[in-house]
Nanobody, 118 residues
Framework: QVQLVESGGGLVQPGGSLRLSCAAS????????MSWYRQGPGKERELVAT????????QYADFVKGRFTISRDNAKNMVYLQMNSLKPEDTAVYYC???????????WGQGTQVTVSS
């Protein structure tokens, strides 16, 4: 059974930090590109960051460059999103996505809420 389980969300003040985690199981994690997406209130889901299978390539949306860092641990089947200098506009549900590089298979987690507010 495929599972992606996000954790680490919560309420944080502007300028604060959070580290999101995504635990993967039920598929060969190291064969999948991993991404974080987010969906803010009344907004469409948008790509935040992507990391290649072997951790060599990382890509970020312009609105998080310099503030967020994506990483993965293939030995633990985990992907992370370190979020620093958080802003109120970063408030959203954050989702983990696994994308096969050889098929059209995608998997999504259930999301974790991040709220940035004073």
């Amino acid at each position: 059974q495929v599972q992606l389980v996000e954790s680490g969300g919560g309420l944080v003040q502007p300028g604060g930090s959070l580290r999101l985690s995504c635990a993967a199981s039920g598929f060969t994690f190291s064969n999948y590109r991993m991404s974080w997406y987010r969906q803010g209130p009344g907004k469409e889901r948008e790509l935040v960051a992507t990391i290649s299978r072997g951790d060599r390539i990382k890509q970020y949306a312009d609105f998080v460059k310099g503030r967020f860092t994506i990483s993965r641990d293939n030995a633990k089947n985990m992907v992370y999103l370190q979020m620093n200098s958080l802003k109120p506009e970063d408030t959203a549900v954050y989702y983990c996505k696994a994308q096969s590089t050889t098929t059209s298979t995608d998997y999504w987690g259930q999301g974790t809420q991040v709220t940035v507010s004073s």
